[in-house]
């Protein structure tokens, strides 16, 4: 961990703008009023930058890079707008934006599925009923603790520490993943890029931006994803379908199970109509 | 660059082609509701009124705007571009004619996005996204019809999204592939007996009923119903506003339609005039006619559908979807997973669904009668009943 700190000086920096940045633009507590934004946004723009350039990744064709960037910044930005608007109903739709451009970054890993279910679950289902909660909640105007950020420094603290852990973890933790034999498959695909493709055995690696990029992979579920057979093509409804149901069929069955759990709970506790519900 | 060039010229002509084809559905539907309600129509501009459209259209383009000073302007703007912008999306993944067939002209496509792996999905992912359109619009316009429309609009849209994506599952099962493009070849292939209407009639007929309610078209209109809401979330909207959200409507309706008729009704195939080998002269153009044919018999449908059932009650609305639309959604693919495993015939497909139909209509018929018995007016009520029976049956005797 020290040794990955001193590696990158530019990466840890960048975090602690960022966070500092975002605390200050988060609504506050005290007064109705907000502070002025622009040093929050300075900050975490800087802090954003410093950390994208200090993670690093590999350079790819120029369309992807545009693409990559574009919904990158989109999720980013939308997210940070997020957290940090004052009106609870802007707050959701900015969450829809940063969801769909997570998907597009999805997409971008060729995982058309997995951005279309993000969509119909995150965009279409869970903030439309956000919004359907805020409206019923906000029939004059938005009450003044809808305006203020609620335990803004633990959140912060907390979401960057894992943050943190997690660029860590994918940087310099070597990919323990079951892998079949033939070492092109578990090539993702490059546009994500702080792992360093191809290398799985060696020590930690830095990514670098003249690391081999390796030649467009065949087409393949991406790694981290399925054991996959090579002739799968790459996400696919057909690999996915295989992975899910194949490799991680436990998984998906506890998960089931437990989500099935839940909603018998939610009708159980639920007010019947006897005791006054509607 | 010529294929980008070819997606250029379809995406222009879709895009300019579906204001139009909107603009003569309207009029398509005042004629229609005349002609039901033993009118005449709209007759005065143009031979047979076929100008209205027009008329219409210059009309709501000149017509002053109104913005409410109390609303929350950018959201109020940005919501009837919303909603024609996700129903326009979604067309993009439709293949609106003959894809690939011989002897068309290269340019054209028929579809603005081809070979797209997930085309089913990706339609209900942004169809999912069809609802911010109601819902901000219904909340930034700050008035409580509004609001009440948006929130009838949104809690509509999530419930019957579901038996919308479940029933075409049977579907995608049965095809081995959720792209409309080969799910229309399997058809195409197969004749007309592989027409997906034999297998799945149940799984049709849920689809078309929730993509109804998806589109807020009659029936299920309780987002904008006149006599309770005003307009419900366009209350506050005027001019060219409103009529985009209308034409956001109108577009949903067409994609329905293309879609209703390429999952089931085997897309461009009509026996004897549009089949895969049929080789006469303009073939293609046979094939393109046969599917809009179909796609207008939907709309024909869609809109004579909306002087035929009256709307629901809020309740009933989502009874329908959660008590029958969800289990029977459910059955059905149950039930194509069980011919499917088993290697039976699809044949065995056509009775299941009449049977499973019949079976959900018994139960939830014994459901209500035990629930009404729970009551605990039930006595009362049933006094009031026999009261009203005995009545009736006494003037039918005396008559």
Redesign the interface.
């Known amino acids: 961990m020290n040794e990955w700190m001193q590696q990158h000086p530019a990466s840890i920096g960048g975090l602690v703008l960022w966070a500092i940045g975002l605390l200050w633009l988060m609504p506050s507590g005290k007064s109705d009023k907000a502070r002025p934004g622009l040093p929050g946004i300075l900050l975490a723009a800087a802090g954003v930058v410093a950390f994208c350039l200090g993670a690093g990744r590999g350079v790819d064709t120029l369309q992807s890079e545009v693409m990559f960037w574009s919904f990158a910044l989109t999720a980013l930005v939308c997210g940070a707008l997020m957290i940090t608007s004052r009106n609870p109903v802007y707050g959701a739709l900015w969450f829809a934006l940063a969801t769909l451009g997570t998907c597009g970054l999805f997409m971008l890993q060729s995982a058309p599925f997995l951005a279309a279910a993000t969509v119909i679950v995150y965009a279409g289902a869970v903030i439309v009923t956000f919004l359907f909660v805020i409206m019923l909640a906000q029939q004059t105007g938005s009450a003044g603790y809808d305006r203020r950020g609620q335990f803004g420094i633990p959140a912060v603290l907390s979401s960057f520490v894992l943050l943190g852990v997690v660029v860590y973890e994918l940087q310099s933790a070597p990919l323990q993943i079951n892998r079949p034999e033939t070492p092109k498959v578990a090539e993702v695909g490059g546009a994500s890029g702080s792992r360093d493709g191809g290398t799985m055995t060696s020590p930690p690696a830095l990514p670098s931006p003249d690391a081999p990029i390796n030649p467009p992979p065949p087409p393949s579920v991406p790694a981290l994803l399925s054991r996959a057979t090579p002739e799968t093509p790459v996400g696919s409804m057909k690999g996915l379908g295989r992975s899910l149901f194949g490799d991680y069929l436990f998984a998906v069955e506890l998960a089931g199970t437990i989500l099935l759990v839940a909603s018998i709970g939610a009708i159980a506790i639920a007010p019947r109509r006897e005791e006054g519900a509607l | 660059m010529p294929e980008l060039l070819i997606t250029i010229i379809t995406i222009a002509v879709v895009v300019g082609a579906i204001p139009g084809v909107c603009n003569y559905l309207i009029l398509l539907e005042r004629k229609l509701s005349a002609w039901m309600q033993d009118r005449v129509g709209p007759n005065r501009v143009g031979p047979l009124g076929l100008l209205q459209p027009l008329a219409d259209g210059v009309k709501l383009l000149l017509k002053e705007e109104v913005i409410p000073p109390h609303v929350d302007r950018i ?1 109020f703007l940005i919501a009837p571009g919303l909603s024609v912008f996700t129903a326009l999306l979604a067309f993009a993944v439709v293949p609106f004619g003959p894809v690939g067939a011989e002897g068309a002209p290269s340019f054209l496509r028929f579809i603005i996005a081809p070979g ?3 085309g089913l ?2 339609i ?6 069809a ?2 359109g109601v ?2 619009g ?2 930034a316009s700050n008035n ?1 019809y509004s ?1 009440l429309g ?2 009838r609009a ?2 509509q ?2 419930s019957y ?1 579901i038996p919308l ?1 479940m029933s075409v599952l049977g579907i995608a099962l049965m095809s081995g592939t ?1 792209n409309l493009e080969e799910i229309m070849q399997r058809q195409i292939s197969g004749g007309f007996a592989a027409w997906n209407i034999w297998f799945q009639p149940l799984a049709a007929l849920l689809f078309f009923t929730a993509s109804l309610a998806e589109a807020n078209r009659l029936p299920f209109d309780l987002a904008e119903c006149e006599q309770e809401l005003v307009g419900g979330w366009h209350t506050e909207y005027s001019a060219l506003k409103w009529a985009l959200f209308f034409l956001g409507e109108y577009t949903h309706m067409i994609t329905i339609s293309f879609l209703t008729s390429i999952l089931f009704l085997g897309g461009w195939h009509l026996p004897g005039i549009a089949e895969p080998d049929s080789a006469y002269p303009l073939a293609w153009l046979v094939k393109l006619l046969v599917l809009m044919g179909k796609a207008f018999f939907f709309i024909c449908v869609m809109i004579m559908l909306r002087w035929t059932i009256p709307r629901f009650r809020f309740d009933q609305l989502m009874e329908l979807a959660w008590r029958v639309m969800i289990p029977l959604s459910l059955a059905n693919l149950l039930m194509v997973m069980f011919v499917r495993h088993f290697e039976l015939s699809n044949w065995w497909m056509l009775p299941g669904s009449g049977a499973l139909f019949a079976a959900w209509g018994m139960i939830s018929a014994s459901l209500r009668e035990a629930e009404r018995r729970s009551r605990p007016g039930y006595v009362r009520r049933k006094k009031v009943d026999a009261h009203h029976d005995g009545h009736a049956a006494g003037h039918a005797a005396a008559h």
């Open positions: 959201l797209i792996d997930i999905v990706f209900f992912a942004v169809g999912s996204l609802v911010y819902v901000l219904g909340w409580k609001a948006a929130l949104s809690a849209v999530v999204e994506g959720v």
